[in-house]
T-cell receptor, first 111, second 113 residues
Framework: GESVGLHLPTLSVQEGDNSIINCAYS??????FIWYKQESGKGPQFIIDIRSNMDKRQGQRVTVLLNKTVKHLSLQIAATQPGDSAVYFC??????????FGKGTTLSVSS | DAGITQSPRHKVTETGTPVTLRCHQT?????MYWYRQDPGHGLRLIHYSYGVKDTDKGEVSDGYSVSRSKTEDFLLTLESATSSQTSVYFC????????????FGPGTRLTVL
């Protein structure tokens, strides 16, 4: 079936670098996308979302980019900090059903 | 955790025993969800509720039942726990269903021996 996936299971960066986490989706009917952060032993935490009528949305130190032509979603974290170390999930809404989650990318930030 | 609590936070039980997990919210959100999270599978939807007494099945509903008698509480029951139900269970809430952000609780770690 169609599902959300991530290009890389792990990403290691140095403190202060910019991080880019990627996600590919296959359902062209999806119209809502969310990025979550999950720290060890905790529940997923909402970071930022974007709807299909937009191609970019910015938050505090984070930017989400949506490319509907190639069905690609990315999360950019500026000036990555050790506290950003976590697993990051993208999720897509498939109209009429619940959110579908990818398996996650583990971001490791070294100082 | 957006006004969501889960109880218990940890539980160890034996195969064949009934188990009930509780999710409680203070946000008055209409939608509530139960997910399980397992290595290699990510988050998978078990059941969800779109209102009091209104529930529906998710991707992995076999062996689970749910009830919602009031807006703030959503219960997940394993009628006869099996080892394959060892997992971390998360409750989530949203105000407008799948086209809206879901906020997650802290999770319940369940071990079935």
């Amino acid at each position: 079936g169609e599902s959300v996936g991530l290009h890389l299971p792990t990403l290691s960066v140095q403190e202060g670098d910019n991080s880019i986490i990627n996600c590919a989706y296959s359902n062209s009917a999806s119209d809502y996308f969310i990025w979550y952060k999950q720290e060890s032993g905790k529940g997923p935490q909402f970071i930022i979302d974007i709807r299909s009528n937009m191609d970019k949305r910015q938050g505090q130190r984070v930017t989400v980019l949506l490319n509907k032509t190639v069905k690609h979603l990315s999360l950019q974290i500026a000036a990555t900090q050790p506290g950003d170390s976590a697993v990051y999930f993208c999720a897509e809404n498939q109209a009429g059903t619940a959110l579908i989650f990818g398996k996650g990318t583990t971001l490791s930030v070294s100082s | 955790d957006a006004g969501i609590t889960q109880s218990p936070r940890h539980k160890v039980t034996e195969t064949g025993t009934p188990v009930t997990l509780r999710c409680h919210q203070t946000e008055n959100h209409r939608y509530m969800y139960w997910y399980r999270q397992d290595p290699g599978h990510g988050l998978r939807l078990i059941h969800y509720s779109y209102g009091v007494k209104d529930t529906d099945k998710g991707e992995v509903s076999d062996g689970y039942s749910v009830s919602r008698s009031k807006t703030e509480d959503f219960l997940l029951t394993l009628e006869s726990a099996t080892s394959s139900q060892t997992s971390v269970y998360f409750c989530a809430i949203s105000s407008s269903g799948s086209t809206d952000t879901q906020y997650f609780g802290p999770g319940t770690r369940l071990t079935v021996l």
